[in-house]
């Protein structure tokens, strides 16, 4: 690290002392962390080839030779079925120059390299190199640089670091939390990709964030919850991780559209939840159907967001499913409408010179225990 990064650090740690404290003292972060070309760098570093992230669903790849490909922070990936049982996450560059050897997604028997032909199979060996036998190169063993990768309720997770800990104890404290969250008996009934002039970091942040519900989603469904005294429900727990229930006495006046997912049927104390795992899928669930979401930087005012509404099988028999499908869609496009005229002001607003962070409220307690561990994991 370089003195003018260290400088920046320095100063940074100073300004995000007071996130660090209790609830009532706390202030939000200062702007430069939103907007700073050194703080994507470390983040990269830090956060984006360490973690364990969620990259693609299981049934992406249902069938050998079937693939996705995807950057994390600028470092190219494809997730293959390389057979009926197997799942591989490998980089997604040849191992002669480095270019990439798959483009979107589809099914091949090879990935060939469209520079000098360099061809790999579903699993990323490498299976054909024109002339490097007549250069005397022993190529036998090469394959496409493998990553560590996880398969937890339908959702395949990678990780850079081949250090890391085991997928196991990264998920173990979420797994009974997450009860209701049954997304492996589920399928993507759509979904939506956004790219967004703004920080990664404003998505996790309005994800975990009802205080602005009231104000920003009256025309989808702040009306639905109930914050009398603008407590939430929220369980914080290890890794940033959160968790909130909400039962009929916080949730009332839903439409239901599809049948009630089975495995919380009639259930009083469960009518919606939300959740997070740090550092980019967040999780929501109500009587009928679950959305997630999960968000990757491209530049420090740039990010996408990827999101997914999924249902379980026996609902796409239900009569006129496609019909109640475009309510849901509808819905969706509204919420997304409504969030990212904030979401590009705020990243206006960290941009500014004379932006001060303002104080937290008791309904941003989910917001702050995330934003504590990423300050944790950065060493801010």
Not at 16 to 27: E, F, S
Not at 127 to 154: F, I, M, Q
Not at 188 to 214: P, S
Not at 359 to 376: A, F, K, S, T
Request: hydrophobic share 40%; charged share 20%; proline share 6%.
């Amino acid at each position: 690290m370089n003195a003018p990064q260290q400088t920046e650090l320095r100063r940074l740690h100073a300004g995000t002392a007071l996130m660090k404290g209790p609830l009532q003292d706390a202030r939000h972060l200062p702007g430069e962390i939103y907007t700073s070309e050194g703080i994507a760098a470390l983040e990269k570093a830090r956060i984006f080839t360490k973690r364990w992230l969620a990259i693609a669903r299981v049934e992406d790849v249902p069938k050998p030779g079937d693939y996705v490909t995807h950057t994390i922070a600028g470092e190219p990936v494809i997730v293959s079925r390389s057979s009926d049982t197997d799942i591989a996450v490998f980089r997604n560059a040849c191992l002669h120059r480095g270019i990439e050897v798959a483009v979107g997604a589809g099914n091949t028997r090879v990935h060939r390299c469209p520079y000098h032909s360099w061809a790999y199979n579903p699993a990323g060996e490498l299976v054909g190199a024109p002339w490097t036998k007549e250069a005397c190169h022993d190529l036998s063993g090469y394959r496409l640089a493998p990553l560590k990768s996880a398969v937890w309720r339908g959702w395949v997770f990678v990780n850079f670091d081949a250090e890391a800990a085991p997928f196991e104890e990264f998920i173990a404290p979420m797994e009974d939390e997450l009860w209701y969250y049954q997304t492996g008996q589920c399928r993507v009934a759509f979904r939506k990709v956004i790219d967004l002039d703004c920080n990664w970091k404003f998505v996790m942040e309005n994800l975990l964030d009802f205080y602005h519900a009231m104000t920003v989603h009256m025309a989808s469904f702040a009306t639905q919850y109930k914050f009398r005294s603008g407590d939430v429900p929220m369980k914080l727990l290890p890794d940033g991780a959160v968790n909130a229930v909400f039962g009929s006495d916080m949730r009332e006046n839903f439409p239901f559209i599809y049948p009630e997912l089975p495995w919380i049927k009639g259930r009083t104390d469960f009518v919606s939840g939300k959740a997070a795992l740090f550092p980019n899928l967040n999780l929501f669930v109500n009587q009928e159907s679950i959305r997630t979401s999960t968000f990757w930087p491209i530049a420090p005012g740039r990010m996408r967001l990827v999101m997914s509404f999924l249902l379980p099988e026996e609902t796409f028999k239900v009569p006129d499913f496609d019909i109640k499908l475009e309510k849901y869609r509808r819905q969706i496009d509204t919420i997304v409408g409504e969030d990212s005229a904030v979401l590009l002001a705020l990243q206006r607003a960290a941009g500014s010179e004379g932006y001060q962070p303002g104080p937290m409220v008791n309904m941003e307690i989910g917001m702050q225990h995330i934003i504590r561990n990423y300050l944790q994991v950065m060493g801010l």
